[in-house]
């Protein structure tokens, strides 16, 4: 057995992609451990596994149920005492001794830790948190697994830090092929990335999701729909699907439009007397419960490197039909799906029909075989340790 | 800002530009007025330019002292934002004879429909019907012409001397000289 202990630090563990992708990779972590199988194949795997998170959310259950210890450095709602002043420091022009506080704060919170071999930056979002808190031990092996493509990078890093996200890690991750502007922020480092997507939520029985049983032959009532899943807005590409959706309501009958996720934020909602075709049925713990059968998933994204809801369909025979987006184009090659350039409408429009008509059932088909095969927790996990801890 | 629709507007562009090739969008042929453009979201519509191809296309140009010099004389102004109860600028527009694609919410379809130019007002979130009534409209300028005056004559029903008085019997309660 291992001696390795590993801290992973996570910017938040809320109801979305990169939260919910640690959840299972650290179940599969638990469960291939308890059952001896980093024995066989990779030796130790990550060891004792300690997850610090920026802050909780839904998920803090599941993940604190499988690994040593959980750590929230803030409260789910509002900010720390700590936090507070180092916000308040800043707004009067005392931006140092404010980060000095939250730093202190920080590193009290981990000091009964045991001192990490390995450090997991998961998510862009987490690097900021492990630069106040790396000084408090001694220099791990550090892997930064990035679930971010340049936009959500440079949104998630202050300015100053994107140096060291660049240089700093002994190994980078990431769930897709950089971008050509993250190819850039990297530098020669970007051709030594280690590809490690995410999974699907299916292990030897029925699908699950993090927090609980669900069934793939639980599905909504009612005609096929074109669905998207997400946080509404810029990067998910909601203005996309309400032009898409749009331009599907002709001829009769049209299919419904449902975005699972809530509505558009302030800023980006349309006026209410705007009646548009589509139905929000807010966050769900299980989306495909009201997703009826036949339907096509439509990722109109702008940026997103694999989101997992395409495996989630995939694995659940649904047709997935995307923007051409971070590694969506590479899942979906080979006749499992269909790409269109993100701003045309108008292409959207043509697979979105194609992959409601008799050809959908062939290429969700492929699809299907393709997730199950290639991205099963048991085919990710060892991918996972392998690029994360030292060799 | 987001509920402007600077990106709706680059969404238009690039959907024109994809469905509707003859028509051509010359570089610097279009521009976005106004807004800051030091802001994480002008980085977002400038993402979409690039995506789009369209960075040669269009200006951010931010904001300006005046919109004289920006009025396109021979095109359309594009009209985009998620909500906009009275924009201004479509009334501006149309004093100078510059018909407006809006969408069919807030002020700006309300003007339009008044003024019988209801052809250029569509649903909500419609990308595709906006690129296309634009394109049209750019197409053919004797009735981009004939849209600009009819805007026009409805616009000079809303000038300033003309409303105020209204306005101003509306909250006294009486007609005024």
Do not use: Y
Not at chain 1, 305 to 332: F, K, N
């Amino acid at each position: 057995m291992t001696s390795l202990c590993t801290w992973i630090v996570v910017h938040d563990l809320g109801r979305s992609g990169a939260p919910i992708a640690l959840a299972r990779m650290l179940r599969w972590h638990r469960a291939t451990a308890r059952a001896g199988g980093f024995d066989r194949t990779i030796e130790g795997g990550l060891g004792s596994i300690h997850v610090i998170a920026h802050r909780g959310g839904p998920l803090a259950g599941a993940v604190a149920s499988e690994v040593a210890s959980l750590t929230v450095l803030e409260p789910d709602q509002g900010r720390s005492p700590a936090l507070t002043a180092a916000v308040a420091a800043a707004q009067l022009g005392l931006p140092a001794p404010g980060a000095a506080v939250l730093t202190h704060h920080r590193r009290r919170a981990v000091r009964s830790l045991p001192r990490p071999d390995v450090v997991v930056v998961h998510g862009a979002g987490a690097w900021p948190v492990w630069a106040s808190l790396e000084r408090a031990t001694a220099r791990p092996w550090l892997a930064l697994h990035l679930h971010e493509l340049s936009i959500g990078v440079r949104r998630s890093v202050p300015t100053a830090l994107l140096g060291e996200l660049a240089s700093r890690p002994d190994a980078i991750a990431m769930v897709c092929q950089p971008d050509a502007a993250l190819h850039d922020l990297l530098g020669p480092r970007a051709r030594a990335v280690s590809i490690v997507p995410g999974c699907t939520d299916e292990e030897d029985g029925p699908p699950r999701s993090p927090s609980g049983p669900t069934s793939a032959s639980r599905r909504g009532a009612g005609a096929p729909a074109v669905v998207a899943v997400g946080e509404a807005g810029w990067r998910k590409g909601t203005d996309r699907f309400l032009a898409l959706a749009r331009q599907l309501t002709a001829p009769t009958p049209a299919p419904e439009l449902l975005w699972i996720g809530a509505e558009p934020g302030p800023g980006w909602a349309w006026s209410v007397d705007a009646d548009l075709p589509v139905r929000w049925t807010g966050a769900l713990d299980d989306p495909w419960a009201v997703v009826p059968e036949g339907s096509v998933l439509a990722i109109p994204s702008r940026e997103d490197p694999l989101p997992l809801v395409a495996l989630e369909a995939g694995i659940r025979g649904l047709p997935v039909v995307a923007a051409a987006t971070g590694g969506l184009p590479s899942l979906l090659a080979e006749g499992r799906g269909w790409v269109a350039p993100g701003h045309d409408v108008r292409a959207l429009e043509v697979v979105v029909r194609e992959a409601l008509g008799p050809a959908g059932a062939e290429r969700a088909e492929r699809l299907r075989a393709h997730v199950a095969e290639c991205f099963r927790p048991d085919a990710v996990g060892p991918r996972w340790v392998a690029a994360l801890r030292p060799a | 800002m987001p509920r402007k629709g600077a990106d709706l507007f680059v969404s238009v562009l690039a959907q024109l530009r994809s469905s509707q090739p003859a028509t051509t969008l010359r570089a610097g042929g279009a521009a976005w007025v106004g807004g800051p453009i030091a802001h994480p979201f002008a980085d977002l519509v400038r993402a979409d330019l690039e995506a789009a191809g369209l960075g040669p296309v269009v200006r951010l140009a931010g904001p300006q002292p005046s919109l004289e010099p920006w009025w396109p004389a021979k095109g359309l102004l594009l009209h985009a934002p998620r909500e906009d109860p009275a924009p201004l600028v479509v009334l501006e527009a149309a004093m100078r004879g510059v018909p407006t694609v809006t969408w069919a919410t807030g002020g700006a379809g309300t003007f339009l429909e008044a003024a019988g130019a209801g052809d250029l007002v569509v649903d909500a979130g419609d990308v595709v019907a906006m690129a296309d009534r634009a394109a049209a409209l750019l197409a053919a300028p004797e009735r981009r012409a004939e849209l600009g005056e009819q805007v026009r004559i409805a616009a000079s029903e809303r000038s300033t001397d003309r409303v105020a008085p209204r306005l101003l019997a509306d909250l006294i309660g009486r007609e005024t000289a």
